[in-house]
């Protein structure tokens, strides 16, 4: 069926990560899914959500971002894409798009003392060592999502900046 006729309707994400060098390590940032959550409740993941009509991939990622933590994002950089599944729908998976994501260094990183999440979807957040990513609870993939982001970031990081 072409699109003209009759065009779908299906859910759309994007997923983003966000890493902070520091004299002694490299941390990602991360956020933890509140139990009220009907798709995995109480695990930790990085930041990311549905693309909301009339919007790309990046306007997408931006705005989760800045919704969900409280941070501006500049510039974003496409690594992989992944997909949900959701065996109960009609739509049996969510396609997604994972990003690097570089915030703006002219704004204020954080207001106050840290990411402002939005508490009606997660309830805490920290900075994590990607060599200590084993003893989180992530969402299903997500450790792997880490690594591979930071892999292609580290290959890369002088073409990206």
């Known amino acids: 069926m072409c699109?003209?006729?009759?065009?779908?309707?299906i859910e759309v994400h994007v997923a983003g990560i966000i890493f902070q060098e520091t004299e002694k390590d490299l941390e990602v940032l991360i956020v933890k899914r509140n139990d009220r959550r009907?798709?995995?409740p109480g695990k930790w993941?990085?930041?990311?959500?549905?693309?909301?009509l009339g919007e790309n991939f990046e306007e997408a990622i931006k705005r989760q971002m800045k919704e969900e933590l409280g941070v501006n994002v500049k510039k974003s950089i496409i690594f992989g894409?992944?997909?949900?599944?959701?065996?109960?729908?009609?739509?049996?998976?969510?396609?997604?798009?994972?990003f690097i994501c570089f915030l703006d260094k002219k704004e204020p990183f954080f207001k106050k003392d840290g990411p402002q999440i939005d508490e009606e979807e997660h309830e805490g957040w920290r900075w994590q060592s990607i060599n200590d990513l084993n003893r989180i609870d992530f969402i299903s993939g997500?450790?792997?999502?880490?690594?591979q982001a930071?892999?292609?970031?580290?290959?890369n990081k002088y073409i990206l900046s």
């Open 45 to 52: 993941e990085c930041g990311g959500g549905q693309v909301h």
């Open 3 to 9: 699109r003209e006729k009759e065009p779908y309707k």
């Open 81 to 98: 894409t992944y997909e949900i599944p959701l065996p109960k729908s009609d739509q049996k998976k969510i396609p997604g798009v994972k």
């Open 150 to 155: 930071w892999e292609f970031y580290s290959n």
């Open 142 to 147: 997500i450790k792997e999502e880490i690594k």
């Open 38 to 40: 009907e798709l995995y």
